[in-house]
């Protein structure tokens, strides 16, 4: 086999190897949110819930409610995590380390009103933070 065969079927055997290992798996699942985490036994995490209600102090069940870590990050849009209400307009974050964060809270439909806040997580404590939405 000469020189210029050989490079050739190396490229070649190259081009396939780098075009396999870039190609996208079947199984990259990538999902948005955090894992919530709900059973803890932590001397330094406390348990972080919000309830939403509309302007006229309703439970507000369509509504997505994101966490931040600080205000430079709510600034920026770049949350934590973000977890849409229930049926009973709360969510829960599950267990966070202690600290302050600042979460926001908007309604996904019709006219845009939100509500943002600063909570105070302490160590095996539950904390609900009230959110009211207005325009």
Do not use: H, W
């Not at 966070?96 to 105070?120: E, P």
């Not at 997580?121 to 009211?132: A, G, K, N």
């Amino acid at each position: 086999m000469s020189t210029k065969n050989a490079l050739v079927t190396l490229f070649g055997l190259m081009l396939v190897i780098i075009g396999s290992a870039c190609s996208k798996s079947s199984n990259d699942d990538t999902t948005p949110q955090q894992p919530i985490v709900t059973i803890d036994s932590s001397e330094f995490n406390g348990r972080l819930k919000a309830e939403v209600r509309d302007v006229n102090n309703n439970l507000e069940t369509n509504a997505i409610v994101y966490l931040f870590a600080n205000y430079s990050d709510l600034v920026n849009n770049l949350s934590l995590n973000y977890i849409y209400t229930n049926n009973s307009g709360i969510v829960d974050f599950g267990y966070v380390l202690q600290g302050n964060y600042y979460i926001m809270a908007r309604n996904v439909t019709g006219a845009v009103a939100r509500d943002t806040a600063v909570v105070q997580v302490t160590s095996r404590r539950e904390i609900t933070r009230i959110m009211r939405l207005s325009y």
